[in-house]
RNA sequence: GCCCAGAUGGUGGAAUUGGUAGACACGAGGGACUUAAAAUCCCUUGGCCAGUGAUGGCCGUACGGGUUCGAUUCCCGUUCCGGGCACCA
C-alpha cells in the first residue's frame, strides 16, 4: 500500500518520539571517540527566530548527525546568550522585569527550534542568566583578579607569587592602600582609570568592538572619550599567544586577517630622546629640552632607518609629557590646543583628518645626528598607542609629510630616486641615502658611527636597531594595538560583580559564597545621584561577619561594605560557554577535569563573522586563561570555524505622494538621481513620492495585495491606491538585512507548516554554498519539496515490490556508490549545496532504473538522514519492519545505523588518466600528431602500452576524440 | 589608503582543483493526462549562424595580456561589487 508522504503526521510522530526515546542525549563514553559540534547561541530577541537563524544550526546538525552515523560520541548543545540591552530597555520602557521577558522569548525560541528538528541535547541547554550559570562567570573573573601574567613563562600565575617576588625584591609597600596600586598594574581583571568609550544615551560604556565609526554598535548613539574607573581585562598581556594561536585552528584566512589586524603586533624600536645635559652630545647650538626640566621621552618606531630624517617630535595631546615639557611662553597656546582637542568627539576626530598641533617651545635631541628638532603636540598621534610620543619623519611618513608641510617645517628625502616634492615616499622599498648627508653629521659613540647608505630599507632597520642597542640608545620593542577589554557597564540585566569595597580597596566575595545573585530593583534607571541602576537595589551590601548579602542601611565601616554596583558586558557569560556544556549540571566546578579531559574543545564551531573582533577574541582569551588555569585542556577553544553567511529579506516599498494618502505603483514614477543624498528620488506628476516599508507577506512577486494592507495599519486603511495599467500596484524591492523594522522577516514555522521542516532543512542548504550571504527566496523551495515526495515514492515503491531482496544490478549499485562519494566528501567539506543535487541526480536515475533492492534503499536512508531526518527515520522503520528487525514494538533508530561505506568497485565503469582511474573515462593525455584524424588518434590511444592495462577484460563502449590531443574512451567491465 | 574575499545563462548556483563549461533547481516555452483545476510526467531552454532533418560550425566564465597541447581554474595588469582595518608611527 504506498503511503503518501504526509510530512506532517511525520514530523509530529517523530519529534515526540525523540523526545521520548531521549535520541540525542549524549554522556561521556570513554570507549568511543568524542565530536563536539556547537553553534555560536542566539540572544532570544523580541522578533522570534527568521529564517536565518536556522541556517548555521542546520549545518551544524548535518554535521553532528553524519559523525554520530560514523560511530562518534558527538556533542551538539543549544542554549541562550540570556543578557542584553534589549531586554533591559524593553524593561524601563514597560517596567516588567528583563528576567520575564527574556525567558518568554526563549520559550518562543524552542517552540521554534523543536519544529525543524535539531539533534540538540536539551539537557545540556544553559542560559547565562542564571546563577547556577554565572556562578562560574564570576568564579572565573575573580580568578582573573587573583592572577598576574608572567611574561618570562607567558602564562598566568596565581598573584601571590608575584607579592612574594616583590617582597623578595624589597619594593612590597607596606601600606595597603599601595598594595592595592601596585597590585593593580599586574591583575587580569583590574580596576583601571582609562579612557572609555563613554555613550551618553545608553548611560553606559563600550568596549572598542561595540563602537562603530564613533557611535555605539547599537542604536547608533555618539560615543565619546571619557576617563572613568572601569574594570579591565588584561587582554593585552596575550596578545602574542592569540597570534600564534591563529596558525594552529583551522579558521577562514579572511578572519584570521581580521584578527591579525585587530591584534596589530608591529615590531619596532623604542629610542630614548633626551636633554643636552644629560646626553652624551655636546654641541654648541644645541639647548635643553627646555629650561628647568632635565628629562627625556622615549618615542616608538617601526621605521628605526630613518633617524637620518627626522626633523621634529610629536606627542599625544593626552601625554602626560606636554606638562613637562610646555614653555612658559607657549602655555596659553598649548592649553588652548588641549581644550580644542577635548572637545572633539572621537567620531569628529575619525572622519576629519586635517592637520592640527601646536608648538611645546622644547626641544629633543636626535641621538643619531645630534641635531636639535622641536617638539609639537598634535592630535595624530595617540596616547594609547606605543609611548604616545614619536620621531616624524615627513619624508617617508605621509602623516608627519602633510604635518611638515603646514607647518613649514623640513623634509630630508632618505632614499633614492623618491620624489618628495609632491608627497611622502611611505614604501618600505629603495635604497637609503643622505644617512648621514656628511660624514660628521653621524653622531659617534664609542669610536662607531651609524651610517646607511647604500643598504635596502630592510637593511637599514636591522642595521640602525643593533645599533641603538649596542650603544644604549634605546631598545627593540615589539608593540601590540589589541587593548585591554573594558569589562564593566552601567547596566542591570548582566552579571553582577562579586566585589565590595572595604575602604576603598576593592575585595573578593568569598568563592564559596558565589554566585552573588543579581539584586531585585523597583526602576531600572540609573539612580538621581547618577548611579547605575544596581544604585537602587536596597539590599546590597556584603557583611563580612555573616558572608551574606544585607541591606545597604546596615553599612557601618566595621564589617558590612557596599557592593559593586556595576554589572559585567555581554560577552562575559559567552567566553566560556562551550565549557560549560560539557558539565552543565556540576555546582562543584566550571566543569569538572573528566568531562573537560573528554570533550577537550569544540571541533567544529559554527556562526556569524561578525563576531570576529568581539566574542572570537574574548572567548580566545578568557579559555587560554582557564587553560594556564588547567581547568580548559586546549590552549584555542574552537578547532574549526565556519562562519555561515546572513540570509537577507527582500524588503517592499509603497510610494507616498507627499502630503497626501494616496500611494503610486512604482512603475507609475519618474526616478531622478539625486547626486548629494546618493539615492534615487521618486516623482509622479511631479510629486515627490516617499518609500513607505510594505510588509513581505502582503506582497507576491512585486504585486501588492491592496485589500490587505489597507487591513494592515490605519494609515493605508483610507490610502488611496494608484494602479497602473493592469490593474495591479507594484512595489519596489530591495534586499536588506532581515529586521522587524523592515517587515521583510521570513519566519521558518510557515515554511514548516507549508511544507514540513526537512524540506526547510535541504532548501536552506540548496540555496547556495553556506559561507555566503544571499537573499531568502521561496521560487525554488518546491524543488526541495518535490525531491522529497521523489525519495519517497521510490522507497514505497521497493518497499511494496514483492522481490525487494532482488540483488542490484550494476547500475543501481553505480548510482549508489557515486551519491556515497559524492555526498561523504561535499559534508566534510561543508559543500551541502552540492549534495542535494547529487541526491536528485542518484533518486531520478534509480526511479528510471525501476530499482526494487532494499540493498539499495537502506544505505539512501543513512545518507539522507543528516539532511532530512524525520523522513529518513520513518522510512528506515518502514524498513526494519519489512526486515523484521522490530524488537517489542521498537524500532532502531535511523541514528543507530552505520554510515556506508563507499566501494571504488562499484564505480569500475572509471576511467584513466596516463594510469589514474576516475569516473566513467580513460582518458589518454598524449602528444597526437596535429595532423591526427579522431580514429587514428583512437587508434594510437588504444594500442598505447599503458592503455592495455587499463582495457584489460573491459568493454569499450564509446570513444571520444577531442580535438587536439585528448582521447576519452568509456569503458565497462565485460 | 592598507589587507582579505569575489565576478560563470533570465535567476540561485555546479564544474572531479589544469581536461568535453553551464550539474541540480527555479523561472520561461511546448506537450501528455484531466470536463476543468490541482497534482504528476515528458520535451526545449547560454548566444549567433547553416540545414527540411539527424546534425554541424563559430563565439562565450567581468575586461586586457601571459604560461600551457589545453585556462572558469595558474601568473601579471585593469574595472566593478562585498567584507575587515584605518591618523597604530
Known amino acids: 500500500m504506498a503511503k503518501e508522504y504526509n510530512f506532517r503526521e511525520i514530523e509530529k510522530k517523530w519529534h515526540q518520539l525523540w523526545t521520548e526515546r531521549q535520541t540525542y542525549k549524549v554522556t561521556e563514553d570513554e570507549s568511543r571517540k568524542k565530536f563536539y559540534v556547537l553553534n555560536m547561541f542566539p540572544y532570544p530577541s523580541g522578533a522570534g527566530l527568521h529564517v536565518g537563524h536556522p541556517l548555521g544550526y542546520i549545518a551544524s546538525d548535518i554535521y553532528a548527525r553524519y559523525k554520530r552515523l560514523q560511530g562518534f560520541n558527538v556533542l551538539n548543545p543549544m542554549g541562550y546568550d540570556a543578557y542584553g540591552l534589549p531586554a533591559e530597555q524593553y524593561a524601563i520602557k514597560t517596567g516588567q522585569h528583563p528576567e520575564k521577558t527574556t525567558f518568554a522569548n526563549i520559550d518562543r525560541y524552542r517552540e521554534q527550534l523543536d519544529k525543524i528538528g535539531f539533534s540538540f541535547d536539551w539537557d545540556r541547554e544553559v542560559r547565562t542568566c542564571t546563577p547556577d550559570y554565572y556562578k562560574w562567570t564570576q568564579w572565573a573573573f575573580q580568578k582573573m583578579f587573583n592572577s598576574y601574567f608572567d611574561e618570562e613563562l607567558q602564562k598566568a600565575q596565581p598573584i601571590e607569587k608575584l607579592i612574594e617576588k616583590f617582597k623578595k625584591e624589597g619594593t612590597w609597600p607596606a601600606d595597603e592602600k599601595a598594595q592595592n596600586d601596585l597590585l593593580m598594574q599586574y591583575r587580569l581583571a583590574f580596576l583601571g582609570e582609562t579612557m572609555v568609550n563613554w555613550c551618553p544615551k545608553l548611560g553606559t560604556v563600550l568596549a572598542n568592538d561595540e563602537v562603530v565609526n564613533g557611535v555605539s554598535e547599537r542604536g547608533g548613539y555618539p560615543v565619546e572619550q571619557k576617563k572613568m574607573r572601569q574594570w579591565c581585562l588584561r587582554v593585552s598581556a596575550y596578545s602574542q599567544r592569540l597570534l600564534d594561536g591563529l596558525d594552529t585552528i583551522d579558521w577562514s584566512e579572511s578572519i584570521k586577517e581580521t584578527q591579525r589586524n585587530w591584534i596589530g603586533r608591529s615590531e619596532g624600536a623604542e629610542i630614548e630622546i633626551k636633554t643636552l645635559s644629560n646626553s652624551p652630545l655636546k654641541g654648541e647650538n644645541s639647548l635643553p629640552l627646555r629650561e628647568g626640566w632635565d628629562g627625556s621621552f622615549t618615542i616608538f618606531t617601526t621605521r628605526a632607518d630613518t633617524m637620518f630624517g627626522v626633523t621634529f617630535f610629536v606627542l599625544a595631546p593626552e601625554s602626560e609629557l606636554v606638562d613637562k615639557v610646555t614653555t612658559p611662553e607657549q602655555r596659553k597656546a598649548v592649553d588652548e590646543y588641549i581644550k580644542y582637542v577635548k572637545s572633539r568627539t572621537e567620531r569628529e576626530r575619525m572622519i576629519d583628518h586635517t592637520v592640527t598641533g601646536v608648538f611645546s617651545g622644547a626641544y629633543g635631541i636626535n641621538p643619531i645626528t645630534g641635531d636639535k628638532c622641536p617638539i609639537y603636540i598634535a592630535e595624530y598621534v595617540l596616547a594609547g598607542y606605543g609611548t604616545g610620543a614619536i620621531m616624524a619623519v615627513p619624508a617617508h611618513d605621509s602623516r608627519d609629510y602633510a604635518f611638515a608641510k603646514h607647518f ?60 641603538v642597542k649596542a650603544h644604549n640608545l634605546g631598545c627593540v620593542k615589539v608593540n601590540y594595538r589589541l587593548r585591554d577589554a573594558i569589562f564593566s557597564r552601567q547596566r542591570y540585566w548582566g552579571e553582577p560583580f562579586p566585589v565590595y569595597y572595604k575602604n ?198 512585486n504585486v501588492l495585495n491592496v485589500e490587505k494592507i489597507r487591513e494592515w495599519t490605519p494609515e493605508f486603511r483610507d490610502g488611496e491606491f494608484i494602479l497602473n495599467g493592469n490593474g495591479q500596484y507594484i512595489v519596489n524591492q530591495a534586499i536588506e538585512k532581515m529586521s522587524k523594522s523592515k517587515y521583510n522577516v521570513v519566519n521558518p514555522d510557515d515554511i514548516c507548516e507549508n511544507y514540513g521542516a526537512d524540506t526547510l532543512r535541504l532548501y536552506e542548504m540548496f540555496l547556495g554554498p553556506i559561507e555566503q550571504s544571499k537573499p531568502w527566496d521561496v521560487a525554488g523551495i518546491d524543488g526541495c519539496f518535490r525531491f522529497l515526495k521523489k525519495f519517497w515514492a521510490l522507497a514505497q515503491n521497493i518497499l511494496n515490490n514483492p522481490n525487494t531482496q532482488n540483488a542490484p544490478s550494476a547500475e543501481e549499485l553505480k548510482s549508489l556508490h557515486k551519491l556515497i562519494k559524492k555526498v561523504t566528501s561535499d559534508i566534510e567539506t561543508f559543500s551541502y549545496n552540492t549534495s542535494i543535487p547529487a541526491f536528485m541526480v542518484a533518486v531520478n536515475e534509480l526511479s528510471q532504473l525501476k530499482c526494487s533492492s532494499r540493498t539499495i534503499l537502506e544505505p539512501m536512508v543513512i545518507l539522507i538522514a543528516p539532511f532530512a531526518p524525520h523522513i529518513a527515520e520513518e522510512l528506515w522503520e518502514q524498513i526494519q519492519m ?62 598505447a602500452p599503458e592503455a592495455q592495462k587499463h582495457l584489460e577484460g573491459m568493454q569499450i563502449v564509446k570513444t571520444i576524440a577531442i580535438p587536439k590531443r585528448i582521447v576519452n574512451i568509456v569503458v565497462k567491465p565485460v
Open 504 to 701: 576603598g580597596i576593592p575585595t573578593m566575595i568569598p568563592e564559596e559564597c558565589l554566585p552573588l545573585e543579581l539584586p531585585q530593583v523597583d526602576k531600572f534607571l540609573p539612580t538621581e545621584t547618577g548611579e547605575p541602576p544596581l544604585g537602587n537595589a536596597q539590599k546590597w551590601a556584603w557583611d563580612e561577619k555573616t558572608n551574606t548579602v544585607v541591606d545597604c542601611s546596615s553599612i557601618d565601616n566595621q564589617t558590612v561594605f557596599p557592593i559593586e554596583l556595576y554589572t559585567m558586558p555581554g560577552f562575559a557569560g559567552s567566553s566560556a560557554y562551550y565549557l560549560r556544556y560539557m558539565d552543565p549540571h556540576n555546582d562543584k566546578a566550571l566543569v569538572s577535569p573528566e568531562a573537560a579531559a573528554y570533550w577537550q574543545n569544540v571541533d567544529l564551531y559554527v556562526g556569524g563573522s561578525e563576531h570576529a573582533t568581539g566574542h572570537l577574541i574574548y572567548s580566545r582569551f578568557w579559555n587560554k586563561f582557564l587553560f594556564d588555569l588547567g581547568v580548559s585542556k586546549k590552549e584555542e577553544p574552537f578547532q574549526k570555524l565556519i562562519n555561515q553567511g546572513m540570509i537577507q529579506g527582500w524588503s517592499s516599498f509603497v510610494y507616498r505622494l507627499r502630503g497626501t494618502n494616496k500611494f503610486v505603483s512604482f512603475d507609475l514614477l519618474e526616478v531622478q538621481y539625486d547626486n548629494e543624498a546618493k539615492k534615487n528620488r521618486y516623482f509622479y506628476q511631479g510629486t515627490e513620492a516617499d518609500p513607505v516599508y510594505a510588509d513581505i507577506s502582503m506582497v507576491s512577486g
Open 882 to 943: 519489512v526486515n523484521g528487525k522490530w524488537v517489542n514494538g521498537k524500532c532502531p533508530s535511523v541514528f543507530d545505523a552505520h554510515w556506508p561505506v563507499f566501494d571504488e568497485k562499484y564505480l569500475v565503469e572509471t576511467s584513466v588518466k596516463l594510469g589514474v582511474q576516475f569516473n566513467g573515462k580513460v582518458r589518454f593525455d598524449m602528444l597526437f600528431p596535429a595532423d591526427a584524424t579522431p580514429e587514428q588518434m583512437v587508434e594510437m590511444a588504444t594500442s
Open 408 to 467: 613649514g617645517l623640513p623634509i630630508i628625502p632618505l632614499v633614492e630616486g623618491a620624489d618628495v616634492s609632491e608627497e611622502s615616499y611611505d614604501a618600505k622599498e629603495g635604497i637609503v641615502m643622505n644617512s648621514p648627508i656628511s660624514p660628521d653629521k653621524s653622531v659617534e659613540y664609542d669610536g662607531e658611527s651609524l651610517c646607511l647608505n647604500g643598504l635596502t630599507i630592510k637593511e637599514a632597520i636591522a642595521e640602525t636597531k643593533r645599533f
